[in-house]
């Protein structure tokens, strides 16, 4: 049964959420884990595909946007579409919608930035996560400065 948390945060920008996902999949990817990353659309695919590789300038995240990249896939994959060809272990909504294979991960990641219409999506998807009976973690972050 997956483990579910959102991350609630302070700043209201699209920017600040994905810098606060590039810090979550850093994370994760040093803990040797296998990321996807589920996004709305190709442009949003393409957006964290170079956030990824500019966020910071001392960091290498193995990534590619799924379909376009070199086989085997690299841990970490972005993919707006369907569920990710090889096995991963953690999945990133970035999404407006609940993508309906989740339940293949073992923990799913929510970033609910501070503006009304996330915040009613994140409530959809709590309520949804919710209905399943899954264990949810809600993590109030100021500033961005928590990842777990």
Request: proline share 7%; charged share 30%; with cysteine.
């Amino acid at each position: 049964m997956p483990k579910i948390d959102f991350y609630l945060l302070e700043e209201s920008s699209m920017p600040h959420r994905l810098d606060f996902a590039c810090r979550l999949i850093e994370k994760a990817y040093k803990h040797k884990h296998r990321i996807y990353v589920h996004v709305e659309n190709v442009n949003d695919a393409h957006l964290l595909d170079e956030k990824l590789w500019t966020y910071r300038d001392d960091s290498f995240l193995p990534h590619h946007i799924q379909g376009e990249g070199p086989e085997p896939a690299p841990p970490i994959q972005i993919g707006y579409t369907k569920a990710p060809e090889k096995a991963r272990d953690i999945l990133l909504n970035l999404s407006f919608n609940v993508p309906e294979f989740y339940p293949q991960f073992k923990r799913i990641l929510e970033i609910v930035i501070n503006a009304p219409e996330a915040q009613n999506k994140a409530r959809e998807h709590y309520r949804e996560y919710r209905s399943k009976g899954f264990d949810i973690q809600t993590h109030h972050l100021q500033n961005g400065s928590k990842t777990e």
